[in-house]
DNA sequence: GAAAAACGTGACAACGTTGACATAAATTTT
DNA sequence: AAAATTTATGTCAACGTTGTCACGTTTTTC
């Protein structure tokens, strides 16, 4: 049976009325009678309609938006996922995930091609994407709504509305702490010149050491990438030094188990004979023995925010461009001692 | 400029050509003249048109479908999803996230409305809304695709196309691997009456116990879920007990890292005092000290098997019912020692 | 108590595509 | 060289909705 799925006017056959009554009572639309209303909802139950969302797209703006993200593996990507979910359910809409990689030049011809085809009508944008203006213009161009998640400490310009999350601040407050347990050598983990989150608690991280009269050693600021595999390698390079460091700051949890992982290996009790502190507050970072000390970042809420700032700007259609901050808290656990 | 998004007869009336001739350059259609079909198609380059994926679904079959998870939090989402979107990926289908609670009894209901409401042509079900035979039948009764991912050594029945994944022959291997070492006294912690994957697992463990002759101990098959907390409360519960084991097997990794920490609280020694396996070789489980030894299960890989039938079945409409099975290897790492 | 406003309903044209069919031109077959 | 076939293009009706407008029927207003 149910060979076919019924449509608005097999309801309205049903229950004698004209489809765009059916249309009214779907869409709880006003000047419809009670006994009508009632009459058109028993038949749409007992059908079990439900309307045709791709028609219905045809005559209204898209109820979907894009979730753009360049790093596929991190935990941060299913946090902030689940925070933009919560959002779209609440409000109706469809979420469309787009992992993509940033340096394959392709974004923007892959972005122009859901939007132009009408598959969605926002987009969130993610760093290093949510960092390059142009990308953000040429979307704006061709009439998306565009809401980004940035790292800093106010928004970057009123291209669009922004989430802006204050790295340098955390960093400041982290490094700040070490600083006030008596750690003077405290290496920088995770330095990268394109990755503006890196950037912004590179620079917290400065900060505090000049607060506190130290100055920058270059020996101690170690590139890499937000990894396990590379706070491993970083660690490694850093323990060959013969001006070893008493503390690690690693840019996020990862690179801070990596160097755990590392301190293991080398023998070195944590945090009796290295302090190492993470970024991020992920689920593993209280998993780990001794459990890191690191910055609570709520990305669920964060991404959260963005959707719930994107949908009504795609409901409401306004241009005004609201932002906002969040400001991230220290999470002290076990990964450090008093020097 | 650029005030509506160009359509099918712009790029028509642009080219000098009938908007059907142009649907059909766009199609590939045959019998369209080369010169036109240059033509057409140098209009599209210069309009930058995109086909309306709205209007295009009005006349086909829906290009989505939908990946139902019911523990949003776990790796193992991820790293599905991820598979899934590659299949998606190279075959233009769209990708709905689709999390649900399966107690709250809703499930039905909200896949329901998003086949009813022809937003997915297909679904695919992962444990334990897969093993709910009434549900997939009345999600086939819809007319939509169903792929399920199942534990077991082999499909159920010929509902509907299945991936299943090996968990007792796993869960054999991995005890006997611990058997062979000299354990005698091995924990299962993870036992869950309602879960397929715990069961199998389990059975396998009960099966290696008989093959070298021992009994399976009531006290030490602990039964929890597959969170890190609760690892760490079953081993916990177990290292009170007058009998300790000389090795414990976690029915997934989180458990084991809950093992291993609270290993590490108790002041053993792992692997010298007390042997872990975890399964299902997530990343964390070589970022752990020690690494985990652990059974690798490729998630992405069967996820992409899923979505690779779920595409055919709904490209071709075929009623022939495909099934896969996977087998899971070992991953000898530093969590477990000889006796 | 007539005019105006508020209600309640329906007809019909969009929306941008694809599919069925028609038709004209070019080519092959007889 | 007429008939049949193939090739190339166009016309028009769907698809299932929502928006616009029109048209009755009530209720309110002066």
Known sequence: MSSKKPTIKDVARLAGVSFKTVSRVVNNEAWVSDDIKTRVQAV?????????????????????LAFVYDNPNSH????????????????????VIHPTDSHSGQVLHELTTII?????????LTPPLSENRELVQQLLAQQAKVVRIVSGSAPPDDLC???????????????????????????FLGYHKDHQSSLGRYRGYCAALHEAGL???????????????????????????????????????????GALFTARMHQLAVPQDLSIVG?????????????????????????AKAAALLISLML??????????????????DSVSTL
């Open 44 to 64: 749409i139950a007992q059908l079990n309609y439900q309307p045709n969302r791709t028609a219905r797209l045809m005559r209204t703006a898209p109820f979907s």
């Open 76 to 95: 941060y990507v299913i946090e902030m996922q689940n925070g933009i979910l919560s959002q779209c359910r609440q409000k109706g809409f469809e979420l």
């Open 116 to 124: 132009g085809s009408n598959q969605v009508g926002g987009v969130i």
């Open 161 to 187: 509305p922004t989430i802006y999350v204050d790295d340098e601040q955390a960093g400041f407050s982290i490094t700040r702490h070490l600083l006030k347990l008596g750690h003077r050598r405290i290496a």
């Open 215 to 257: 100055t920058v050693s270059e020996q101690l600021v170690i590139a890499g990438d937000f990894t396990f595999d590379s706070g491993v390698a970083m660690t490694e390079q850093l323990l060959q030094q013969a001006d070893k460091p008493t503390a690690l700051f690693g840019c996020n949890d990862e690179i801070a188990a």
């Open 279 to 303: 970024f991020e507050n992920s689920p593993f970072s209280r998993q780990t023995w001794p459990r890191l000390t690191t910055v609570h970042q709520p990305n669920a809420e964060i991404a």
């Open 316 to 333: 409401e259609n306004e241009t005004q461009t609201e932002h906002c901050g969040f400001e991230l808290q220290l999470v002290l656990r």
